[in-house]
């Protein structure tokens, strides 16, 4: 079959490569739209995505966002402390992880989401008359809470107090923030916990500590080995569009 036909020094299609032509050129367009339509359907994100955070205040508009733009995506929020978050990323059992402050490593993508100071916290109207602005040396003579050893909290409580010369010791160590603030209200002692995790609780009242720049951090935490995934990128890009994040 003849498809061109030379004319001089020009190349013509003849009939029959006109009409092959236009043949083939039905294929590209059809080409062309599957392209399309698998372009369109990878932006459609399925699947589940796991966080471990050891406080979801900070995370929670991120979460927000994200459902919004991607209803499809199973959502699932653990809590654990400092030490859990990060055992749990490292094991590949979540995806995320939601921490306080953090030293950068090799292996993790940090991205810093707020601050908030850390406050003490008393039971409202149980005897404990703790002053609204409180130092160290003055909380000894309170019953002490403490969170779990691998918290973050705890670990900046101490190494304030190591550095002002000043020993607290906890009469109740509870196992996560919930724990934490149930066991404050019931008037057992005075506890720690960043600002942003106080919530709205009538029956606890919060207190400035003579503490300077003692303060959590709370960061989006992800593996750089996984950057890739498209959930991980897509819940990236939602948190780096928060308006209140820092960094």
């Known amino acids: 079959m003849l498809l061109f036909r030379r004319d001089g020094r020009r190349v013509r299609l003849t009939e029959a490569g006109e009409a092959l032509y236009q043949v083939t050129k039905r294929f590209f367009d059809v080409e062309d739209e599957i392209t399309q339509h698998l372009s369109r359907s990878r932006a459609v994100l399925a699947g589940q995505l796991r966080i471990m955070a050891d406080s979801a205040a900070h995370v929670v508009p991120v979460l927000t966002g994200f459902r919004r733009r991607h209803p499809q995506v199973l959502i699932e929020v653990q809590a654990g402390n400092s030490a859990q978050v990060l055992d749990a990323l490292r094991n590949y059992d979540v995806e995320f992880g939601v921490l306080g402050s953090l030293e950068a490593t090799p292996d993790l993508d940090i991205l810093l989401l707020g601050a908030a100071p850390i406050v003490a916290i008393s039971g409202v109207g149980l005897g404990l008359a703790v002053p ?3 130092g160290f040396e003055a909380l000894t003579r309170y019953p002490l809470v403490f969170r779990e050893r691998g918290s973050q909290t705890r670990q ?9 010369g000043v ?7 509870v196992v996560g923030r919930e724990a934490m603030r149930e066991v404050v209200a019931s008037g057992l002692g005075v506890g720690f916990i ?9 029956r606890i009242r919060r207190h400035l ?3 300077p720049a003692l303060e959590m951090t709370e960061s989006l935490i992800s593996l750089k080995a996984r950057r890739d995934l498209p959930l991980i990128r897509a819940f990236l890009r939602e948190a780096e569009r928060q308006p209140g994040r820092l960094g």
């Open 132 to 134: 609204a602005t409180v």
């Open 156 to 164: 900046r409580i101490e190494a304030a107090t190591r550095r002002q």
């Open 167 to 173: 020993t607290l010791r906890p009469v109740l160590e």
């Open 194 to 202: 960043s600002e942003a995790e106080i919530g709205h609780d009538p």
């Open 209 to 211: 500590l003579e503490a």
